[in-house]
């Protein structure tokens, strides 16, 4: 069984209140859409604040495009992307990574849910010294 609260989607929950409560502030008259107003310009300044002048903002709707478009940034359809088994992207993107990108997931087990050199050797039946 499930648990009643976890990462599994940010679809998940209801919106913050804060949140809510902002959007309802703006919500008012007409904008132009699609990045060409002053809250995706106010939002894309933050971000250069936090990351610098040179870095790109594409918004998305959910985590799951996030997800997405970001191995798929990373890699070419002849590519594999090995996670740990208890990864988001392998248990609850319900094969959309693979289907958007076209590589295949590979999930190895892991002792903590963490990616490691060594768990990806092992899974391999590989030997691992780690440098030094």
Known sequence: MKPLRSFASDNNAGIHPDVLKAIAGVNQGH???????????????????????????????????????????????YHAVICPEAAHIYTDECGAPEKFTGCKLIPIATRDGKLTCRAVAEAHGLNYEAPL
């Open 31 to 77: 904008v132009v859409g699609y990045g060409d107003d002053a809250y995706t310009q106010s939002a894309v300044k933050k971000f250069r604040e936090h990351f610098g002048d040179d870095i790109s903002v594409y918004f998305v709707f959910n985590g799951t495009a996030a997800n997405v478009l970001s191995l798929k940034a990373l890699t070419e359809s």
